[in-house]
């Protein structure tokens, strides 16, 4: 799989409506950068709905935390993968991590979610960072009716990372 679905697209009108400055796609941002971004995002209606997210992705919470282990060489098991290291600083801060960003509504979740997931409800500005690979981009956005006219509204990022030191490997 050549896609690196760890990558961030992210959509500008979502960033410009709540007043964050557009990343830079040179720059590895951290996972607190886009928690601290998607909250802002978050949006609800006169009658408590909510209406806007700030991160969504088709992974699941075990690749999420993969990615967000590897970026700093850690693993959620064992070097002899007969165990899991759910015990460590690294892992307990990932689900913390994943916990916040569910309950505060920031992410798309089963206890949050737009009627799709996520893809529609980007284009339509209801999320505004979608974790997904470059396949998004060709396949989804340049090939969607309601997106094709103005793909300038849509960057793609690099994979966010917990040391920003170094850019983080989005497989």
Known sequence: ?????NQLFINKNVFNDCGIPIPDDKTTYSWDDVRDWAKQMVEFDEEGKQTRWGFASTNDLYQLITAQLGSIGKSLWSD???SANIDTPEVREAFEYWADMYR???????LSSPADW??????EDKVGMLNLGYWFGNGTLALNENAKDHLDDYMLIQAPSLDTSKPANAC
């Open 104 to 110: 505060s509504g920031a992410a798309v979740s089963v």
């Open 118 to 123: 996520g893809g529609d409800s980007f284009i």
């Open 1 to 5: 799989d050549w896609s690196l679905d």
């Open 80 to 82: 002899d993968l007969r």
